[in-house]
């Protein structure tokens, strides 16, 4: 019987060698590619069945992968691994609904489980995620609210947040974006109102808390 043929991306040597091994152990499968970023999958995405990636890659990361290959190849599957704790990253991450989806810690024992999952078109989540997104469900939840309210900003109090969000100032923000102190105080009060946030000091930790989602969100405006 052929071998389904399975591609590895991870930027360490030592995570794509350790997989190859493993899973070139199990009957059925082949890993017959590995590369070390995310363009190097989707390069060689038509000579594989699977494909196997990191979250968190150079160049192309796994999140970005994985929405283009669920654009044009719909048919591969795919599963993600992670170290990543980062909420609004795995959550973007489990919208797009990967084939199987690992934390590296504790993947050896259960990547055989995941891939004859696969095989018998089945989806499989892993035990330490699963754990994971029931212990953080809560702040799912809040960060899902959250990402959903962002959406309602227009360019200039994204700009404003995310200067809110390097723990600046009003006056500061003021002087850097080339507007009155009263304006920005205005722009806070109408962000505050779209993001269902009471008060200054709120407004400021959640924008503290979540500077890594609002500086992907600013990033996308420029």
Not at 89 to 104: D, M, V
Request: aromatic letters at 8%.
């Amino acid at each position: 019987m052929e071998k389904l043929k399975v591609l590895v991306a991870d930027d360490h040597y030592i995570v794509r060698l350790g997989l190859k091994i493993l899973i070139n152990s199990f009957e059925g499968f082949e890993v017959t590619l590995d590369v070390e970023n995310g363009q190097e999958a989707l390069d060689n995405i038509e000579a594989v069945d699977y494909l196997i990636l990191d979250l968190e890659m150079p160049v192309v990361n796994g999140v970005e992968a994985l929405k283009r290959l669920k654009q044009n190849y719909s048919e591969k599957k795919v599963v993600l691994l992670t170290n990543c704790m980062d909420i609004p990253t795995l959550i973007k991450a489990k919208k797009l609904k990967p084939n199987g989806f690992l934390f590296k810690d504790g993947m050896h024992e259960e990547i055989k489980i995941c891939l004859n999952e696969l095989k018998k078109g089945n989806y499989y989540t892993g035990r330490n995620c699963k754990a994971f997104f029931e212990r953080h469900k809560e702040e799912f939840i809040d960060v899902e609210n959250l990402i959903r309210n962002l959406s309602e900003l227009t360019k200039t109090e994204i700009k404003i947040l995310y200067k809110i969000s390097e723990n600046l100032s009003t006056s500061e923000i003021a002087e850097a974006l080339f507007n009155s102190p009263k304006t920005i105080d205005n722009h806070r009060t109408n962000i505050a109102k779209k993001l269902d946030v009471s008060g200054y000091n709120n407004l400021q930790a959640i924008a503290i808390k979540n500077k890594l989602l609002i500086e992907s969100l600013y990033n996308s405006t420029e």
